[in-house]
């Protein structure tokens, strides 16, 4: 029994690493690319790792892209809805869970059903509304959205701030705190998981958002890395080395705030669903 058990042990984590190895292929190879010389990248037959080992494909990147305006136009686009998310997606779910008026539950609905609405429907809608305000090239349709809740992270953060216990929050009411009181020294330290995770998800969804940019920026010198990315594949499309650099140098910063977010985003994830 013990040894048929280390056998089915065995083959579950096998299963496991050939399947790890399966999604990584793709960005694996892509990593391999990038330091590829450019009589490499297409040798018969295909090799995953270097011949020899190269950064001149970074170099030519820098080169023929404005990859430093880029990163700082998407890291101020990413930090700003991140910051809109903190602000707006707590303080509905705290409403949401631990606040009783009437109109909560209808609330809730209104807010879960319009994550069934596919983005595409209120795609037009949206785009003649910001132009009606004369925000077209700008980042206020990228950036303010952020700050009137997401229907995703809300829902999430409700579901974590369930599991906090109402005997504490009663605890502080009759101590005399006020609202804001409980929402800044209870809830908010106690949802840190939910916190971060939601952090994460937003820096993510924004820092390899296409859409949203290509429709509403035109100026080149407020392009985001996912666009500036696109255009550089336009003009230097047989140039795979410097691209597939260029797509290194866009996936690392999502890749290592995920890394040093996981603790809490797996925590939060976790929480939040056993609800």
Same mark, same amino acid.
Request: with cysteine.
């Given at each position: ?85 903190? +602000? ?67 829902? &999430? ?46 820096? +993510? ?46 996936? &690392? ?23």
């Amino acid at each position: 029994m013990a040894r048929a058990e280390r056998l089915r042990r065995a083959g579950r984590r096998l299963a496991v690493a050939a399947l790890v190895l399966l999604f990584a292929f793709p960005f694996l190879a892509m990593l391999s690319t990038a330091f590829k010389l450019p009589e490499d990248v297409f040798r018969a037959p295909p090799t995953l790792l270097p011949a020899e080992w190269t950064l001149g494909n970074f170099a030519t990147a820098f080169e023929q892209m404005p990859v430093w305006r880029y990163l700082g136009n998407t890291l101020f686009i990413s930090a700003a809805t991140v910051i809109g998310t903190l +602000v707006a997606c707590p303080l509905v779910a705290y409403s949401l869970s631990k606040l009783r008026w009437r109109g909560r539950s209808a609330l809730l609905a209104v807010v879960l059903s319009t994550m069934m609405l596919p983005p595409q429907v209120t795609m037009i809608p949206i785009y003649l509304l910001w132009n009606a305000l004369n925000a077209g090239d700008t980042y206020w349709p990228l950036i303010a959205p952020a700050f009137f809740g997401t229907p995703f992270l809300i829902f &999430m953060i409700r579901q974590f701030l369930m599991n906090v216990p109402d005997e504490l929050i009663a605890a502080a009411r009759m101590d005399g705190a006020s609202e804001l009181r409980i929402y800044l020294s209870i809830v908010l330290p106690l949802a840190r998981p939910a916190l971060v995770t939601s952090a994460v998800f937003q820096f +993510v969804w924004t820092w390899t958002d296409f859409l949203n940019p290509l429709i509403y920026l035109n100026d080149s010198e407020k392009y985001t890395l996912s666009i500036g990315l696109y255009a550089f594949f336009g003009e230097h499309d047989v140039a795979w080395g410097p691209l597939l650099a260029a797509c290194v140098m866009f996936t &690392m910063p999502a890749l290592l705030i995920f890394i040093f977010g996981q603790r809490y985003f797996v925590g939060g994830i976790s929480a939040g669903a056993l609800k």
